[in-house]
């Protein structure tokens, strides 16, 4: 196994940083990394915003949930769906490329490309022996964030990303067996199996949390997403979205 694979496979999210702020060439590596992810037909459709003014990044955190480490951390990145530079170079080429901007396809086309992109920042970051954290609670009141980032019409912060310099090691969370999420050929459909697979795996992550909390919690991972999908969260995003001049047709 080569570094590379071993710094994914090490992957953890880290909630508690250090004091210590990034310096220019880290950023700039952990940018340049984001940039070089596939991109769909070159349409680049994503923005990153580095926060660093701490007034914004503690008005982020009151968004994000009141999460600490969106407000301490060594560096705070926002990625973004961005096809506002679409709708300039419409312009600038004099063209109306209104109906392809605003498509379902290419709202998908920015949020796969602006994960793809957060997915190489992260190994990028990890491989310098920094941590992260994804931050989805800035969903929790997009406007809002709109107002601190100032973004414009046609783009939409997706999610946040804490990095910084660990301030304690933490736990490697279990995940699904790789033949529950790896199939070949066409979809596993036999329901007896995949319910089979299902009870495995709340084994492996009730002992997980017995373990972490000295028996305090023995959550299963289905009982988790029940719950958790069961909570009405974040229902107006279409309304945002469509607000936004995206994903109408």
């Not at 923005?47 to 003014?53: A, W």
């Not at 990044?57 to 301490?72: C, F, H, P, T, W």
């Not at 096809?83 to 419409?90: C, D, F, I, N, P």
């Not at 495995?200 to 958790?228: F, H, I, P």
Request: with cysteine; charged share 25%.
């Amino acid at each position: 196994m080569n570094q590379v694979i071993e710094t994914i496979l090490n992957h953890r999210s880290v909630r508690s940083f250090r004091d210590q702020t990034l310096d220019r060439e880290q950023i700039e590596a952990i940018v340049k990394s984001a940039q070089a992810a596939s991109t769909s037909s070159f349409v680049q459709a994503y923005s990153i915003i580095g926060v660093t003014d701490q007034e914004n990044k503690d008005r982020l955190s009151e968004i994000a949930g009141n999460q600490a480490y969106v407000a301490a951390n060594g560096h705070f990145f926002v990625f973004c769906a961005d096809l506002h530079r679409h709708k300039v170079l419409a312009e600038m080429e004099n063209v109306d490329l209104n109906d392809s901007i605003e498509s379902t396809e290419k709202f998908m086309v920015a949020l796969i490309d602006a994960a793809l992109a957060a997915q190489n920042a992260a190994i990028a970051a990890e491989s310098m022996g920094l941590g992260i954290c994804y931050i989805g609670g800035i969903r929790n009141d997009l406007e809002a964030v709109k107002e601190v980032l100032k973004t414009p019409e046609h783009v939409i912060p997706l999610f946040g990303m804490a990095v910084g310099y660990p301030d304690k090691e933490t736990d490697l969370k279990p995940r699904l067996a790789m033949e529950h999420v790896y199939m070949e050929n066409e979809y596993q459909q036999d329901q007896s199996l995949f319910e089979k697979q299902l009870q495995d795996y709340n084994e492996t992550t009730s002992q997980y949390y017995r373990e972490r909390t000295g028996g305090k919690r023995e959550d299963t991972w289905t009982g988790q997403m029940a719950k958790m999908l069961g909570r009405k969260s974040r229902m107006y995003m279409k309304e945002f979205v469509e607000k936004q001049n995206l994903k109408k047709k």
